[in-house]
């Protein structure tokens, strides 16, 4: 499995409504708010790394609330 953490800037948008978006993801395992220079955190989990670039490109960016996102890949090898 690979595991990834996004980080999302909501700018001026309502951040509960970008949360509320995102919940609708089947891979995102944690969802929280935060304070700083990002609004969101989002832990995901996919099979592995194409599957995961899939869902961010296709399922999350697309979100038209959405403004920079930054992906973290958490650095551990299949089976941990």
Do not use: H, P, W
């Not at 690979?2 to 089947?26: P, S």
């Amino acid at each position: 499995m690979t595991i990834a953490f996004i980080l999302i800037q909501c700018g001026n948008i309502d951040v509960e409504l970008v949360i509320e978006d995102l919940k609708k993801v089947k891979s995102i395992i944690e969802i929280q708010g935060v304070f700083g220079s990002y609004d969101i955190i989002v832990k995901m989990q996919a099979k592995d790394r194409a599957t995961l670039q899939e869902i961010i490109t296709l399922q999350i960016r697309t979100i038209k609330k959405l403004g920079i996102t930054q992906t973290l890949l958490l650095n551990c090898s299949d089976g941990e």
